[in-house]
C-alpha cells in the first residue's frame, strides 16, 4: 500500500507539492524546459523514468536556465511503478481520450483536486508520458484521474514543458492570492472628492475669465461634461496637482520664455 | 481614433480574438514558438514590431512547429504605436511593476476583459517586450491595462512562449465549455442498482456456499464491507458483467485447462 508513514518520511523535498514524473523523456531539452516550468510555479520533486538519453544530461541542465535545484534533485527511476510508489493520489496527462472509465480533470480542477490531496496530508503527482506517444494505458491505469489540457482541436500538439508549465501555473494559482485586478498608487494615492473639486473649480474658473464656456445657457452641460472626462479618469492626488499647473501655465499671459514673466 | 469602421474592415482575420503584438522579439526560435502556443488556443493575429532579425525568418517557421498560418499572416510594423493603432482595447505584459498608475490584471482577469471587448464588437490585443529587456514604460503607456503573471518570486523568469501560452490558454478556457470533471463512459454506461445488487447476491451466494461468511453473527457486516467497496467504484454495466465472470470463473469445481470441464 502507498503512503505508508515510513515512506513519507523518506520523502525531503517537495512534501507540500506534487511531484512530477516524466516517463521516458527523449530530449534532455526538454527536461530542462520542464524543470524551468516547474520551478516557476514552485515544484521541485522531479521524477525520471528511464530517460532515453540517461541521466545526469548536460542538455537538460542548459535548457534549466538556472532551475538547477530540480535538476540536481531528480530522481531516477526504471519504472512508472516506483516513481509513484510513495504517492497517494495520481493524475496522468494525456492528449487523447483513452478506453478506460476514469475521471477526466481540466487542469484547474485538478490543481484544486492536488491542493486537498496535499492539504490533507497524502502525497500526490502527476505523469507525463514521451514526446512523441504519450503515456502507455498501462501507464494510466496506475492514475486516479486523467487530465486533458483544453487546446485548438485544430492543432493540439503541446509540447512537454508546455504542458508541465499550465499545470504548475493552475497548481500555483490555486493558492495565490493576487487581486484580479489592482492599481498601485506607488508614492501618491487616488485623489479625495474636494481635491478634484478644487481642480474643477480652477478651471472652470480660468475658463470662464477667458470666455470659453458660453453662452451662459450651455455652462452647466459644458460643465458636466469636462468633469465627467476627469472623473472617468480617476485620477491621483499626484494628477490632479499637475494638472492644476497644467492650467495655471497654459493661463499666464505670457508663454514662457517669450517674454519678461518667462 | 483607433477602430473605426474602415480600420477594421481592412482586418481580415482573428476578429474574433485578440491580436499578439512582439516587440522588437529577439530569437526568431521565440517568435516560432509563440506562434505554435498562439494557435494551440486558436490565436492567429501576430503583429511584430522590428523584429531583431528581420522577418521573414526561417528559424521562426521552424519552431512554430507547422503553426504556419500565423507566421504567412504575421504583420511586421516598426513602431509599436503602428501595431496597435486599429485596437480599441490593448494589454502590456510586464515582468515588474512599473511607476506607472494602471490596473494590474491577472492573466485570468485579463481574459475575462478581452472576452468582454470582443464580444461587444471591440478590438484587442496584447503587446509582449524584447526577450531581456521587457517592455519599455513608452510602450506600457499606449495599454489600457498591465497583465502580470503570478510567478514564483524566488524563480520568475518566463520566457516569451510561456508568456504568450499561458495567456492563450486563459483566453481560450474563458470561453471553453469542458466539464471541469467527467466520466467517458466510452460503449457502456454506470451500472443500475438492479445489476450492482445482482452482482452482490450471486458473490454473496458463492461466498456462502463457499463458507466465507461465517460466523453468522460476523454475516451482516462482513456483506456490508464488501458491498460498500463495489459500491465505492461505481462501477459500469460491463464491470459488473465482468465480476461476475470472475466469480463464476473462481468457482468452477476444476480450474481451466486442469480438468474435464477446462
Do not use: C
Not at 508520458?129 to 491505469?141: A, C, H, K
Not at 482541436?153 to 497548481?171: C, K, R, T
Request: no cysteine; proline share 6%; net charge negative.
Amino acid at each position: 500500500m502507498a503512503g505508508t508513514d515510513q515512506t513519507k518520511a523518506d520523502v525531503s523535498q517537495g512534501e507540500n507539492a506534487p511531484a512530477i514524473i516524466l516517463v521516458q523523456p527523449q530530449l534532455g531539452e526538454n527536461i530542462g524546459t520542464a524543470s524551468r516550468a516547474m520551478l516557476n510555479f514552485g515544484l521541485s520533486d522531479l521524477r525520471l523514468v528511464s530517460p532515453r538519453d540517461g541521466w545526469p544530461n548536460d542538455r537538460a541542465r542548459a535548457a534549466a536556465s538556472g532551475a538547477d535545484v530540480v535538476i540536481d534533485n531528480a530522481r531516477l527511476v526504471s519504472r512508472t511503478e516506483e516513481a509513484v510508489a510513495d504517492l497517494d493520489y495520481v493524475i496522468a496527462t494525456t492528449a487523447r481520450t483513452r478506453d478506460m472509465v476514469k475521471p477526466v480533470l481540466t487542469p484547474e480542477t485538478a490543481a484544486a483536486k492536488l491542493r486537498e490531496v496535499i492539504g490533507s496530508g497524502r502525497r500526490a503527482g502527476i505523469i507525463f508520458g514521451p514526446e512523441r506517444t504519450g503515456l502507455t494505458n498501462d501507464d494510466v491505469v496506475l492514475a486516479d484521474a486523467v487530465l486533458m489540457v483544453p487546446v485548438n482541436p485544430a492543432f493540439a500538439s503541446l509540447n512537454l514543458a508546455q504542458a508541465v508549465l499550465l499545470i504548475g501555473y493552475e497548481w500555483f494559482k490555486a493558492a495565490d492570492r493576487t487581486p484580479a485586478e489592482q492599481i498601485d498608487y506607488l508614492q501618491t494615492r487616488p485623489a479625495t472628492k474636494e481635491e478634484l473639486l478644487g481642480f474643477f473649480e480652477h478651471l472652470e474658473g480660468e475658463l470662464d475669465r477667458f470666455g470659453f464656456l458660453k453662452p451662459p445657457e450651455k455652462r452647466p452641460s459644458m460643465v458636466r461634461n469636462l468633469r465627467n472626462l476627469f472623473q472617468r479618469a480617476t485620477m491621483t492626488e499626484q494628477e490632479v496637482r499637475t494638472m492644476r499647473g497644467v492650467v495655471a501655465a497654459l493661463t499666464r499671459r505670457v508663454p514662457k520664455g517669450e517674454g519678461p514673466e518667462g
